[in-house]
């Protein structure tokens, strides 16, 4: 979403110039460095523990492409020893499918080697799938310069067979200790060691190390936290979610640091449903407050939640045809969960990381996975600005004349979903300085996936306090990783659901002075 462009008073206008600029100078330093966001050079991937079915044990792959124009080299290693050594090249609108040994899926708890590193000689997009007959999920992976040292997992439960987390080492001599959150009869045994609830499980970490915990109780709000960058994924073995069904599927995300979390989410239904989506918010903080504000066919929807503690979630279930905007006063991660098929309609679980609003880029290049019987149906879910939307393209493509698009009461959003064919596709806007909320979802007979098809990674929740607000005080006063975003003018221009938190000039003051927030 671009700022809106209300008229301004025509004194800013050189300080709307010099802002342009410093902006324009910030966009090319991120250029030149590379943007904090998926697209890397270099991924520490693993996959965590599968119910294998039909006695056919499917490897694991990770799908592979680049939004560059040139020939990109891609080299696939193991944990040294290891004969694991593939090499190959992308360019943009190809997709490369790498598979590995199923002796490199993670097995209940264990301390082991075998994540897998990817390393190219210009950025790349990597997505992880995780199938199994019957039994899949996908993640989008995250590069090691955008991970962080401090995490808290999520899972569904009940876990029917096992909650899962898994650290993955990306530097040697990596300190790791995690927290086991409060679930009653947690009981881990690593190397001869057992782990009760609210006990701390300390280990070093090597590059390629991978560390899976599994519990039948609920491993969410696994406190992780170490002295050098790790990888986190985090999910279940093999899940029923909801109570719509008896069928179980695999569930994975690549979590986000604790330092990427926002405060601003907007939500997108599981298309094509009617029994309701899982919503987990999970917090960061003690006390967090959380509105949902939607529409459900036309008709307004509100709800609101409190997380008391670190670490803890809130589950909801909202209705198939839900479309909101989620504002939290403390940073928070979201989690989107496709329910259990019920008869006749074909899909199954698949948990998705909801994008936060402050984390939306402007263009993604994705790719479909594969389904083990087949192919799936493949839908693109997007949240844009309502006065960006005929901007945005699909494969170079204005969406099609009859797109239906779900305005997000109270925001400036517009929300839809569209039917993708199978293969690599891009996102992108007219305007280069638009951005846009994704997510990719695909369901089959007893299969589903779904993840967000990319986003930023900006440390936008680290060492940020609020400040009391003066106007063009040149700070992130409500620490949203913008800086003297509002206009002071009595309206939310940011669409963050707040007015006038943190002003560039003027408005009020020149009728009172006195105001200072
Ligand atoms: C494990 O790490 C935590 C956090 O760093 C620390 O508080 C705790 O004392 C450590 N426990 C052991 C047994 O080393
Ligand atoms: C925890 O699991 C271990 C190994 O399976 C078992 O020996 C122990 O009795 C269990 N402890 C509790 C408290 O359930
Ligand atoms: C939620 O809504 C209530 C009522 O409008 C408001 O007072 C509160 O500040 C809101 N909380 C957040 C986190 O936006
Ligand atoms: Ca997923």
Redesign the pocket.
Known sequence: MTRQDNQKPSTLESIMRIQLILHVLFLIFQLALGALDNRGTEFMVAFMDNKILENNDIQPEIFVTTAKNKLVHVTITGAPNSKLHQTFTVTRGQVHRAAFDTSYRLVQTELARKAILIQADDEIVVYGVNREVFSDDAYLALPTDVLGKEYYTLSYSPSYYYCLFAVIGIQDNT?V?I?LPNTPNLNITLKGHTYQRNQ?I?VTLDRFSTLEIHAIPDLTGSYV?SDKPVGVLSGNKKAVVGSTGNSRDHLVEMLLPISSWGKNYATVPIPERTVGDIFRFLSSEDNTHVNITGVINGKPFHDTLTIPKAGQYVQKQYDSALYSHIVSDKPISLFQFSKTQKTGDLADPAMIIVPPIEQYAADYTFTTPKYSKGDYTNYFMFIVDSTQKAGLRLDNKPLPQNQHYVSIPGTNLVAGYIKISVGTHSVSHTNPTSVIGAILFGKANLESYGFPVGLLLTPVNTGCQTHKMRYGDEIDNDCDGEIDEEECDGKDNDGDGRIDEDCTCCGELLKNPAIGR
């Open positions: 300190h200790s927290r701390w300390n936290v």
